[in-house]
């Protein structure tokens, strides 16, 4: 699986290079109004480090569900499909390629970003400032108070919940091919599909967590976030073993 998750990556190393070029562009121009102590200058760095961190994360994530759409669509893609390994390895390598792909892009953008913040306000005597406010949107927003613990199983949920995100959206694909294996409306189909489904596996988790607060609730989120995401790994592997024809 190792194997075939370097495979994954290897396909879209470029997109995580050019990724890499322009955060590097941004903390120049970060970093010279630091230098310059220029407060104008700075807040737009960080400003246009916040927009392209969740442009990135998206970006890294609607790649991962495109290459596998092309992976169903074309019959070179396909072939991967036809190597000496089992279905559950090929997706389960797709699904844990993007799963990490994922994770690393957020953390790495994520820690660039708020190390930037931090900098600014010391540099620009608000540090103080910065820490309260950041205390304010962690209670208010998240209702949590601030400490490695509940920030780390906050941050977990919502990574979970993205993760399981996409790959409902490879399901989804997989429904399409199976439905509609040569028809141009074969992404539409898909579309529609992935939409009822995370529709349906949000509804089901709203009713499930509307009674529950707390730690009690964060640790039920990321329990039915790694089941919606198993039982959607094992639908996707049965369709492509059974039923998907291209």
């Not at 036809?82 to 389960?92: A, D």
Request: one cysteine or more; proline letters at 0%; a positive charge.
């Amino acid at each position: 699986m190792l194997k075939l998750m370097k495979y994954e990556f290897r396909k879209q190393l470029f997109t995580k290079l050019a990724l890499l070029v322009i955060l590097l562009l941004l903390e120049c121009y970060f970093f010279y109004g630091v230098i310059i102590k220029s407060e104008e200058t700075t807040f737009k760095g960080e400003m246009f480090l916040t927009v392209f961190a969740f442009a990135a994360i998206l970006l890294v994530s609607f790649e991962c569900v495109f290459t596998f759409y092309n992976d169903l669509k074309t019959k070179q893609s396909y072939m991967l499909f036809l190597v000496p390994r089992s279905t559950y390895s090929v997706v389960g390598a797709k699904m844990l390629s993007a799963m990490l792909q994922i994770v690393l892009s957020g953390l790495l953008i994520g820690a660039v970003a708020f190390l930037d913040a931090f900098i600014m306000a010391a540099r620009f005597g608000e540090l103080q400032q910065l820490l309260n406010g950041l205390q304010t949107v962690l209670r208010e927003l998240f209702q949590l108070d601030v400490s490695v613990s509940r920030i780390a199983v906050k941050l977990m949920v919502i990574v979970l919940s993205w993760v399981t995100f996409v790959i409902v959206a490879m399901l989804s694909i997989t429904f399409g091919a199976t439905l509609m294996a040569n028809s141009k409306l074969r992404g539409v189909v898909s579309f529609i599909i992935f939409i009822v489904l995370d529709v349906a596996a949000t509804k089901g988790k709203g009713l499930v967590l509307e009674s529950l607060h707390g730690y009690t609730e964060d640790i039920v989120g990321i329990l039915l976030s790694l089941l919606i995401s198993a039982a959607a790994y094992m639908a996707t592997v049965w369709m492509l073993k059974k039923k998907v024809c291209v």
